[in-house]
């Protein structure tokens, strides 16, 4: 280990993360001062990594947790080799940068995740750890271990007091994650002042509690890091919690160890002190000389690893033919042509099932056919229909299981669920209640900002959960969901759009996808032949009276409109038995199945006018609030919802109560 060339290291590090946050007027160079010798020891000693490929598969992970630290990574991520030039750095959190606030994923060279909320990342690390666990123990073999690298992650006191770190910690813990090694920078700080203000957690205690290998040393010895790291490798059973204890921003001589170097700029004359204080010349953006030519070695040995293990994997794929092209499919697209050959249950017009069951169903479809399809439940499993059957539990030392239980974890499974999406190759579901996606926002709101391909099951979807009452009656949640950018929400209608939304959540690939499923039994209705074609555009006609469209053509010239129903998921039946009601009365009526708003809505205007035309008097109902259908209504008057929250009652007596019903729509027709 070369000290001398760590501490040039640590020193540019410093350097350049406070001239960026001091350009920028803008950022947190408190972390970065803080751990620079960190830093500069993982990725310059420890870190198995290529620059030159950073999705080379069996590189060692880096998640920052603590993402306000940014500077800490763009500066290492520069010096290491990856695409960020100098120039990123000197336009740290300038529009169109490279170097965004926060880390971003796929927007920054190098960087796993996007982390900015506390402790998301963190659980991300735990949810990469889980799927590399997951991956050894399905294509290592005695021969060839072509798995074996480590997660890392760096997280602070923040971190520690969110309490989704917590409930991965715990989770982490229980299932003996023996490769994800988090450092814990303890420099007793926040926004706020000395945590003693809010925080007096024994950390080291409480991780040991929860089953972690705990070391505790100072940040700022070499070899103590060094030799702590080794402990944690030979700890092959639990995950590894090093402590190291920090002064934040240390070298600034005025503000070090104080919360006025969190978050803000060191200033003009405090910069100028920090320069002289640790051996900088009045220089900006300064490189410190020999460091370039320290990581221009390191490259080497660094590109020779990787090719290394480019032999290691053709030999493993010529002595294992069959676990290599499992590992193609795995690290494949999904397309279209892959789910013809899928034998899904068949559904007849009069067959009544809860879509939760019919997703259990397509659940099963699809896991024989894709074996990276892996997910699991909030501890409702049963409830949620989840369990793939015949593939065991993913449990303690035990990985090879597809069957997730995260426990009452629903924040962290969230995230957990993000982070082994991140990792690659496996395609992952998590699941709860629809109240409880509540508890996931922010996990699913990153997926969004990420474009993750996660897959959440949220079952019992609205009052007709019945006797739990209006605690665990959903009314809001599908509508916050919809607010969420690039979230797909599918509210499927019977058990053949089920199955249908199920193919559309596998085939998408560029975000995450909901499912948001009944527990009360829905009946199959009859469908146009090619209804999915128009299904898979986010919405299509389901009913329609004989003379629709004449007198459609007729309202063009002063006629009485015809009404046009547009309904998601159990209120389609609903719909359905309005429509043939007020249609026996002499009037034309169309209901429209609208299972996924958000993607009709990205259609061209001929499609959406196809389907639910301006001429006609639209109508919307759906058991929940009416936010977001007055765009397609125009009036609070034409939309059956429930503004209010649910009672307790057996289901089909609580949306009688609640005027859900076929009569209630009947008489909004009528009068609208």
């Known amino acids: 280990m070369n000290i001398q060339s760590l501490e040039k290291i640590a020193k540019t590090v410093r350097a ?14 408190g972390l970065p001062l803080g751990m620079a010798e960190f830093g500069a020891w993982l990725f310059g000693e420890r870190m198995n990594h290529n620059p030159g490929n950073s999705s080379w598969m069996n590189r060692d992970r880096f998640v920052l947790s603590a993402g306000h630290g940014s500077m800490f990574l763009y500066s290492l991520l520069h010096l290491s080799g990856y695409k960020l030039p100098l120039e990123e750095l000197k336009n740290f959190r300038q529009l169109n940068s490279l170097t965004p606030g926060h880390p971003e994923f796929g927007h920054t060279d190098g960087v796993e995740t996007t982390t900015g909320p506390l402790g998301q990342g963190f659980a991300n690390a735990v949810g990469m750890a889980m799927a590399q666990a997951h991956s050894m123990e399905k294509f290592n073999t005695p021969e060839h271990r072509i798995i074996d690298h480590y997660v890392y992650t760096l997280l602070g006191d923040g971190c520690m007091m969110e309490g989704i770190s917590t409930e991965a910690a715990s989770l982490a813990g229980h299932l003996g994650l023996g490769r994800l090694v988090a450092f814990y920078d303890s420099n007793k700080i926040s926004i706020e002042g000395d945590t003693e203000l809010a925080y007096s957690e024994d950390s080291a205690g409480k991780f040991k509690a929860l089953g972690w290998h705990v070391q505790e040393i100072d940040a700022y010895d070499f070899s103590a890091m060094d030799k702590a790291l080794d402990a944690a490798q030979k700890e092959e059973g639990k995950p590894s919690l090093i402590i190291l204890n920090s002064t934040i ?165 969230g995230a957990v669920a993000n982070g082994m999406a991140l990792y690659g190759g496996l395609r992952v579901y998590a699941a709860t209640f629809l109240v409880f996606s509540d508890y996931m926002r922010p996990a699913i709101r990153l997926a969004a900002l990420m474009n993750l391909p996660v897959i ?41 759009e089920t199955i249908a939304a199920w193919k559309e959540a596998l085939l998408r690939l560029d975000g995450p996808t909901a499912l948001s499923l009944t527990r009360q039994g829905l009946t199959v209705f009859p469908k146009p032949e090619d209804w999915e074609k128009d299904f898979r555009r986010g919405a299509y006609v389901a009913h329609q009276s004989e003379g629709f469209d004449s007198a459609l053509e007729k309202a063009a010239d002063g006629h009485p409109a015809p009404a046009v129903i547009v309904a998601t998921g159990s209120e389609v039946n609903l719909a359905v038995d309005a429509a043939k009601t007020y249609e026996g009365q002499g009037f034309q009526v169309r209901v429209v199945s609208m299972p996924c708003r958000e993607r009709f809505y990205e259609q061209d205007d001929k499609f959406r006018e196809r389907i639910v035309p301006e001429a006609g008097r639209v109508f919307a109902v759906e058991a929940g609030v009416s936010m977001g259908w007055e765009g397609l209504t125009g009036s609070r008057k034409r939309i059956l919802a429930i503004d209010g929250f649910g009672t307790s009652a057996p289901g089909g007596e609580a949306a009688q109560a609640l005027g859900l019903n076929s009569r209630s729509l009947l008489e909004m027709l009528k009068n609208n």
């Open 16 to 29: 350049l993360s406070a001239d960026a946050v001091e350009k920028a007027s803008s950022g947190h160079p």
């Open 249 to 413: 921003g240390k070298g600034a001589p005025n503000k070090a160890g104080t919360a006025g170097v969190h978050g803000a700029a060191l200033g003009a004359d405090e910069r100028t002190a920090f320069r002289k204080n640790i051996g900088l010349p009045d220089e900006d953006f300064h490189i410190v000389p020999g460091v370039e030519e320290y990581f221009a070695e390191k490259r080497k040995s660094w590109q020779k690893a990787e090719a290394d293990w480019n032999e290691l994997f053709a030999a493993w794929a010529s002595a294992n033919p069959e676990l290599a092209a499992e590992w193609e499919q795995w690290h494949s697209e999904i397309h279209e042509d892959d789910l013809k050959d899928i034998s899904f249950a068949q559904y007849e017009v009069g067959d009544s099932e809860a879509s939760r069951k019919s997703s259990g169903s397509a659940i099963q479809s699809l896991a024989a056919r894709f074996t990276n399809l892996i997910g699991g439940s909030a501890d409702l499993a049963p409830s949620n229909n989840t369990l793939i059957k015949d593939e065991g539990d993913f449990g303690p030392h035990a990985f090879l299981g597809r069957n997730l239980h995260f426990g009452v974890r629903e924040h962290a499974m």
């Open 456 to 496: 959440y099951v949220f079952t019992h979807d609205s009052v007709f959960v019945g006797e739990d009452g209006p605690t665990h009656q959903p009314v809001e949640q599908a509508t916050a969901l919809r607010t969420i950018p690039n979230l797909q929400l599918y509210r499927p209608a019977d058990a053949q």
